[in-house]
């Protein structure tokens, strides 16, 4: 099936900095979403996006979906220690029934 | 609203036994998604039931399967329990149709083997 290419895998980054994270798929994708896990939860919905070109944003978040209609972009500004957990993308081909899932992206921050 | 719950939060077993974890998913939601989630990784897909029937069934062995019930609850089984089942099962609902609108994940099962 459909793979979702999520990067980076995981990062390491110092409490206020800026994020930016990305999927692509080797299809065209109708609808992208981006979820949050936290440690021993289920992952939460946090943005979803559904035009081509659309920026929408939740908080400090800010999601894109790209232009191509094959990537979207993730941002969280300033970072804070409740930002820890692992961000997944999610996307529907058109045609499809369900979701596609990337891999995850670990987000770790540092003292 | 209540959301996805499911039970139990904690499962220990031997291997080679069986483990049935349960589902409720969002009153009103018909399809119900199973994915299993080793530690640290990634969400693999497991199954998808709607409305009584499977839909569609991940890269896993037979002794993985499911039902879904007329109330939309749904069962997760997995029989001859290996130690790599170790594992986060999560549940997730949405509407039939509606996967465009995201899914709602439950907090999950922690199944371990021993």
């Known amino acids: 099936g459909q793979q979702l290419n999520q990067s980076p895998q995981s990062m390491f980054i110092q409490e206020g900095e800026d994020v930016s994270m990305n999927c692509t798929s080797s299809?065209?994708?109708?609808?992208w979403l981006w979820y949050k896990q936290d440690p021993g939860e289920g992952p939460v919905l946090l943005i979803a996006l559904y035009k081509a070109g659309e920026l929408t944003s939740n908080g400090r978040l800010t999601a894109q979906f790209g232009i191509t209609r094959k990537d979207s972009f993730l941002n969280i500004s300033a970072s804070i220690p409740s930002d820890v957990g692992i961000y997944f993308c999610a996307g529907q081909e058109g045609g499809a029934d369900g979701l596609t899932f990337g891999k995850g992206t670990h987000l770790i921050i540092q003292p | 609203e209540a959301g996805v719950t499911q039970s139990p939060t904690h499962l220990i077993k031997t291997r080679g036994q069986q483990a049935t974890l349960r589902c409720s998913p969002i009153s009103g939601h018909t399809s119900v998604y199973w994915y299993q989630q080793a530690l640290g990784l990634g969400l693999q897909f497991l199954l998808w039931?709607?409305?009584?029937?499977?839909?569609n069934r991940g890269n896993f062995p037979p002794r993985f399967s499911g039902r879904q019930f007329p109330n939309y609850s749904s069962e997760l089984n997995v029989n001859a329990l290996e130690l790599e089942d170790s594992a986060l099962y999560l549940c997730?609902?949405?509407?039939?149709?509606?996967?465009?609108?995201?899914?709602?994940f439950g907090s999950g099962t922690r199944l371990t083997v021993v």
């Open positions: 299809s065209i994708f109708n609808t």
């Open positions: 039931y709607d409305e009584g029937e499977e839909r």
């Open positions: 997730a609902s949405s509407l039939i149709g509606q996967a465009s609108y995201g899914y709602t």
